[in-house]
């Protein structure tokens, strides 16, 4: 086993009793869908008012999407994680005293509400909690997601087999648990240096690449939350059967957003990615619309996969374009698409009882086919999502046929000056000292792996180290996602036009090979025939 494998593993107790309480957190997602029938012959209530569990809690999860930044930039993040935490247990154990769906649908919406305070700080409470790195606590991160998201379908499917109210019972008693965990094992986090105000997330929204994107990301989780609202009502089969299709549901969603995403991002444009897999999931729900039940609970697992990937994309694409400080835009995005969870789930079941289940399935597909189209019709905000790629920003001109370093901001960064200083002394060659300021793009939410100020002072003393030698020098930070990180260093190289890249090779049994695959071996993919690859091997310790 790695060392990067077994940091993985052996990670401080703050952070498993994080980790465990997302797990529970994002069973919330899944939960009730096994038992939607149960409920509304248990509450003696009709299928539209049954959904109204997801309006209701993406209702209160959506507006708190405004103010959850507000709230976390004041308290900090153990103490926000355990008001979240808190709230779920108080209105899920609620929620199993329910006598009535009026009762029941109130609950859930204090459940969302603390839903929102949970998730918005799982991410960064890990973070800083985590040993081995960012890639850790990003892998430990997905892996809750995952498992919450697949086990949720299950876990409602086993306890309301017996009765509808023990899934709540039982949520309660393991986010109890997550309670004391975190209050017993978590040390107090900082607080962020800047506090988030009120109205920022409804201000970057004005920006037109953030709002298309959003726009886009709503028309297609109106037909994400169709299938998960209304379609076990279609199915009509037992508590452990549709626990189980969803569960192949969540799974394939986790797999296809933490590990197939990134890889065809590295691959096709996020516009090629999202129209290819929404007309996917507009055929998968056509399909859905004249088939049996059994092809229906095929076409949902099979829509786990499509929802994973265009998840991802979105998310990356929302994030990056917008010019407001990512907390504050993936805010205003969360809420407007989640907003799509008020709506679809409320919508779904009336038109089938107006109409007929095909018209439900229908408007669906519909919504699906006008998401990529909005984003077609809006590129010009979307960047260079929107259009062929730019000409990177330099600082000084380049000399073609020089030495390209590329910095990843680690330790191994002095080894790969001196290979470009022992190159660049031999052949009298310039040095164009490239370093990229990344961020990771998950469900919803953002992680910037490294300060703007670290990054420009990274360069600095790169650049300074290398004059010392005698060297010409010039430099560059760029900014992307990791997902995207093959495509900007491709664009460098096709602007200075460099001999030879020097990269760092460290172990191919490395976790952050799971997500991205190797960047050494995709640029010698890529990258055209005349350029030389210098890997120097990294050691590990």
Not at 22 to 29: A, D, E, L, P, T
Not at 80 to 93: E, K, N, P, Q, R
Not at 221 to 238: D, E, K, R, Y
Not at 456 to 472: K, P, T, Y
């Amino acid at each position: 086993m790695s060392q990067d494998s077994e940091s993985f593993l052996h990670q401080p107790k703050a952070v498993w009793a994080s980790a465990f309480a997302c797990v529970v957190g994002f069973m919330s997602i899944g939960l009730v869908d096994p038992i939607l029938t149960s409920i509304a012959a248990g509450l003696h209530a009709s299928a539209s008012q049954v959904s109204l569990l997801f309006t209701s809690y993406f209702l209160v999860t959506s507006l708190m999407m405004l103010l959850t930044g507000f709230v976390s930039s004041r308290l900090g993040g153990r103490k926000t994680l355990l008001l979240g935490a808190a709230l779920i247990v108080i209105f899920s154990a609620l929620a199993g005293t329910s006598d009535s769906i009026a009762e029941l649908v109130g609950y859930r919406a204090g459940w969302g509400l603390g839903n929102a305070f949970f998730v918005v700080t799982a991410l960064s409470v890990i973070v800083a909690s985590s040993r081995g790195g960012t890639t850790n606590a990003i892998l430990m991160y997905e892996a809750a997601l995952g498992l919450g998201i697949s086990v949720g379908p299950l876990l409602g499917a086993a306890l309301g087999a017996h009765s509808w109210r023990y899934p709540f019972f039982g949520t309660a008693t393991l986010m109890a648990i997550g309670f004391i965990a975190i209050l017993l094992m978590l040390p107090e986090q900082p607080k962020p240096m800047q506090k988030t105000s009120l109205t920022a997330p409804i201000r970057a929204l004005s920006h037109g690449g953030l709002l298309t994107a959003a726009s886009s990301a709503f028309c297609y989780n109106f037909a994400f939350f169709t299938i998960l609202a209304f379609v076990p009502f279609v199915l009509q089969m037992s508590a452990h059967t549709v626990g189980l299709i969803f569960f192949g549901w969540g799974l394939l969603l986790a797999i296809f957003s933490v590990l197939i995403a990134p890889r065809l991002q590295n691959r096709f444009s996020a516009l090629q990615i999202l129209t290819v897999n929404l007309g996917l999931l507009a055929m998968l729900l056509l399909v859905m619309a004249y088939s049996s039940p059994q092809v229906v609970a095929v076409c949902v697992v099979l829509s786990g996969a499509v929802i994973g990937v265009c998840s991802t994309v979105y998310t990356e694409i929302a994030l990056e374009i917008s010019t407001a400080p990512r907390p504050v835009a993936s805010a205003g995005y969360n809420f407007v698409r989640w907003f799509a969870g008020v709506v679809a789930p409320f919508v779904a079941p009336l038109l089938a009882e107006h109409f007929s289940p095909l018209v439900t399935f229908w408007v669906a597909a519909i919504a699906a086919v006008l998401a990529p189209l909005v984003l077609i019709s809006r590129r010009a905000t979307l960047g260079h999502y929107g259009r062929s790629p730019s000409v990177p920003q330099v600082t000084l001109p380049a000399t073609p046929g020089g030495i390209m370093v590329a910095l990843p901001g680690d330790r191994s960064d002095s080894t790969l000056l001196a290979r470009a200083i022992e190159l660049a002394t031999t052949s009298r060659a310039s040095i164009q000292v490239v370093h990229v300021r990344t961020f990771e793009a998950f469900e919803g939410s953002i992680l910037e792996l490294e300060t703007v100020a670290q990054s420009q002072q990274l360069v600095i003393s790169a650049s300074e180290r290398l004059v010392r030698a005698g060297l010409q020098v010039t430099s560059n930070v760029l900014e992307t996602s990791t997902a995207q990180l093959v495509t900007c260093l491709l664009e460098q190289i096709e602007y200075f036009k460099p001999s030879r890249l020097i990269l760092g090779r460290g172990t191919k049994r490395s976790l952050g090979h799971l997500r991205h695959g190797s960047l050494a071996d995709s640029l010698n993919r890529l990258a055209a025939a005349d350029l030389e690859l210098i890997l120097v091997p990294l050691q590990v310790t």
